[in-house]
């Protein structure tokens, strides 16, 4: 953007989902975002307050009411709009409001893929709007930021994706690691699975429960394997087990790598452990949202919850050849509504942190 | 034993911990055995019921009180000591006993290995009883059933290697796996960590937390790796890495291991997941503490807890050619108690499901 | 019954609930029990070991499969059927099944209420049998045993109103504390919900939230008064607020009372916490479900949970002039199906603790 | 304060501990607290984010050590000082911090009561600096904000306490109800234990548990019933009864109250229900920390977790002739480090809501 506003008028189409509620908390506190438009179609006529009163402190929330989602309204009343729907949904409005010049923050899988044929594979339908693909710009900042200031679509990154790439991108940028052989094993809370009415998110059937779920070919795998390709520069399969654990929101995922070299004694593993620290030195120390783990310390939810904090943590294991690598974030923030933040302050010109902190 | 006793004396010591606990509450309601010593020396001149109300309803629990442990004692009034302490301080009871002729079921890791040099440097001090070792049966009643039926002294598995080890071996043995690149990631809850008040075991450290721990060289790797050993025919390394979540009870495993043959094609993964379907079923089809999941289950740790049962499912991927295995148990029944108590009916005669089901 | 069967064939109706669930438990560990119908609309067709992978050790779990509710079928395979439904349906199944013969063991609300009027009032349409009302037995063992011995039809009572009616009973009928003033503050685990797929019991609206709810008239005060008004011999007026804490089975239920008399003095205090303890000795003494606690325990709901224990305790406060009982019990056990079971073990002569303990 | 500063410099003590840790949040996010001193014994040395990953976000916590506490650095060091430290040892700070002249904001109950005698009574030991307790104010800002403003020493509130004062303060001081009969029921999160390595507050002693404790004679007895007098203008003696429930923040009050005169019709009740809601209005209309629940809703821990806001609803009830009002407030904020804030921002002529929102 040549010129910052003051004020960036801001929309939330299905702002009364997870991702939308965490989307209007981090508006409702941005010193830059004016929050103008809300939808959803059930609690059309609501006050934000009334259906979210822990919003209720804030002045605006009290005010401003959801509306049924309509584009004229939105293009007329916004600078930019985020979309917290579902996949396929997303694009019927990201296309027309594309078209009128308003940009979009697409929180869905719709535009994270490159093309339209892995989308048909893994999500089983064929793309709803194939010719807006190239348009898209994946945001996530740590990897993308100078596209994402220019962008006027932005693909906001998956929960488990970002947990994932961050902590192995630079890894495997540096060619520390191959690209073959990669798992990640994810264990997710249940904010993960949306506010949907099913059995199988009652309180009662996941709390003490930890559970596996969609082995061994889960949706996100087309968006990690593509990221991870261009990051290598060569196709990328890994092996990815996501879970179920009774918190409401975090991630942690565990990651098993292998070193392009061997590292069997203690000179050689103190050396690539150097190395590692430094690659990841490299690549985080400026960045306001990724902590790299010092000392004895591994990663855990509870440290980044209600934040758009993303820590990781890494061991060299002489004994089996590998490097393991965890990190830990809050799904709904840093995976999810607080990356889209980040691209929105990116887009608008604003510092990277506002409304993050 | 050559003539089953209707009823059998039954001390426990370090009752009040939660392996004793769980094992005071199997011998409660056991057909055949009686329990006549419990130890403790927090709680010694208080009854069974005092300390663990929900144990009231039980008479015996409402007069037997904790004694103080003491050899003599035990040796006098029990045909069978189970002892559940920590590890190093086992041995110190499982000597006089056994040397008196007392049949000492084990719960520690004291005697799990059959060489010091591996306790030495796994445990990080001498082992307390060497010679020993080589009377120690391994309590897994899937794996050593006839040896425990005449064994003297029942080293009874850790919780994470029963978990990993009754999914692998079946495998191992049938030649279906490699024995290289084998990766466990678990999932416990918070009482396999023992009723100790430390900081990072408190409610509010624990709760809303997923964290890894022990990485990368946890103690009962060298349990593992010994049993996987032996099943392969040759030294066995694997990745091993526990983590902590939110539950009472349950430890959930995901296997990643290497299938000996390629399989790409439809028909290829047909034919090599019937040979594990085949494989399990020989295993564990009379087994009845194992339950191999059909159709589209997996295993969910709130399915087996307060159970004796370990659950296990398993996926072919032909993209990455691997194979995923899960399981679930509940870490102090089939990870501690129950598979102890499984052993002592082996010893003593009794259906082997009496007192667990 | 004159003679006592060895063995009992009992069906359930509407198994596939919470409710239903723990009836098929403990009618698998009951000694007298044998389960030969249990309905399910949902899951006619599937054994219950495919819906309760848990009940999978049983072998009668893996080859009974739930069947459509049909009255001839229950009627002609069934020596006793249990109604876990929701109230105006289970009245559907009773009425039938009881003109033929059949005895019935109803777990709603539809036959615990003297007068239709008051179900009226609460339940918020006519009673569905208002003719049987006569016939039913509120199945609570502890004041109704010898009715319930003789019974074909029981009313089995409320989660709430035996949290509360065991602990006030005493009291009132022994003239210790007034009939009026009475409050009862009460908080129950989620699966008090039953199994619905509604948004406000998942696991993230459940998890980390304390909340009242059914302020101030629940449905369960119309049970609650008539039988306080049946202990104290006159109509009585209670206030009750239940609250939903995150836990998935328990009740804890805290009971304001006002003592007959003045006590101020040490003297007067200990005088009557004497005769209350004398009170509640004479009434559970010999009570095989009911803990009065001693010393200085309090109820805690992780005490009795899984258990079909009613435990409570009181404690006399000079500076107000009030009691204070608490109690906690299992909802779904002593709360709902492990009443039952007590219930059918007096009518078939059974010791009333099988299948219980 | 005549002249308000740009920037305040701010200590506090036993920073470690729960309350420490809010208020190290909400120093650090606050645009007017230079945050210039955190103590803690244990963790001397070590930075703020070395001790809390997840204020690793924060440049000053990367940087700012944990000193011991010493009266001479605090006092050179800081404009004013919180201390977050238990009953009794906060006196010894607070008495040099007062006579150097350095405002002291006491988050124990050492300075809470007007009366040493009760302090004894309820508190067991003699009090530790009685003369000092003339100086202190009661730190409510709803009910006491003058009185901050001009305080060098403020006694800010006990967690349970405010849940309880806040909802019947307003009722009692315009005679809508007696200040008789009284009782409190509540609810807390385990976080109110504060960070003590004891069995008790273990993980698996509180997962799943709903228990009463402190019955009936709780030490915060002493400070409710000193407020709700000065309310009244005359004594009040009230019922309370705390309970631990598996949440990690977060306290849910339930009172019932008697209202001053009867209601029993329809029209009784609406006219009543309106002075009450005219009363609440009056007096929290323009509160930034008090939410009067309107319609259907009823307060809910999870909606003000994390907040500094206290919601409340009410309910009449004709048949018993009582008025319940209910309650709910993050423990750790508004009850505790989140109301010390607010008291701070008064005494300094900051905006009420800095740090806060």
């Given at each position: ?138 945001g996530?900042p ?6 994402i ?140 949202f ?18 758009n ?29 607080g990356q889209a933040i980040q691209s929105f302050n990116i ?5 990277e942190t506002?409304?993050l902190?």
């Amino acid at each position: 953007m040549s010129e910052v506003l003051k004020s960036t008028r801001v929309g939330i189409v299905g702002a009364a989902g997870d991702y939308g509620e965490e989307l209007v908390r981090r508006t409702l506190i941005h010193p830059h975002a004016e929050l103008t438009a809300v939808t959803s179609r059930q609690y059309a006529g609501k006050t934000i307050a009334e259906i979210f009163p822990k919003f209720g402190q804030y002045e605006l929330a009290r005010e401003l009411a959801f509306i049924e989602p309509d584009i004229d309204q939105l293009a007329e009343s916004c600078d930019v709009v985020f979309l917290a729907l579902p996949h396929g949904v997303a694009a019927e409005f990201a296309t027309p409001l594309f078209e009128r010049g308003v940009p979009v923050i697409d929180l869905s899988a719709d535009f994270r893929l490159d093309s339209d044929e892995v989308y048909q594979e893994f999500y089983g339908s064929p793309h709803p709007a194939p010719e807006l693909l190239k348009e898209a710009v994946y945001g996530m900042p740590e990897i993308n930021r100078e596209k994402i200031a220019t962008a006027r679509l932005i693909a906001s990154p998956g929960c488990y994706p970002t947990s994932i790439l961050l902590p192995i991108l630079p890894m495997l940028k540096a060619g520390l690691i191959k690209s073959t052989g990669i798992i990640a094993d994810s264990h997710s809370g249940v904010s993960g699975a949306g506010r949907k009415a099913e059995i199988g998110y009652l309180f009662v059937e996941c709390n003490e429960s930890i559970r596996p779920y969609g082995v061994p070919k889960h949706r996100h795998l087309s968006e990690i394997e593509q990221e991870l390709g261009k990051g290598a520069g060569e196709p990328v399969v890994i092996q990815f087990t996501p879970h179920l654990a009774p918190v409401n929101r975090g991630i942690l995922s565990t990651l098993y790598l292998a070193p392009s070299r061997k590292f069997k004694t203690d000179e050689e593993v103190k050396q690539l452990d150097q190395e590692i620290h430094s690659c990841y030195q490299r690549a985080y120390y400026e960045e306001p949202f990724v902590r790299v783990l010092e000392g004895g310390a591994l990663p855990d939810t509870k440290n980044v919850v209600g934040t758009n904090m993303l820590e990781l943590a890494w061991r060299l294991d002489p004994r089996t050849g590998r490097l393991v690598v965890m990190s830990a974030e809050d799904n709904l923030v840093k995976g999810a509504s607080g990356q889209a933040i980040q691209s929105f302050n990116i887009m608008f010109g604003y510092p990277e942190t506002a409304g993050l902190i």
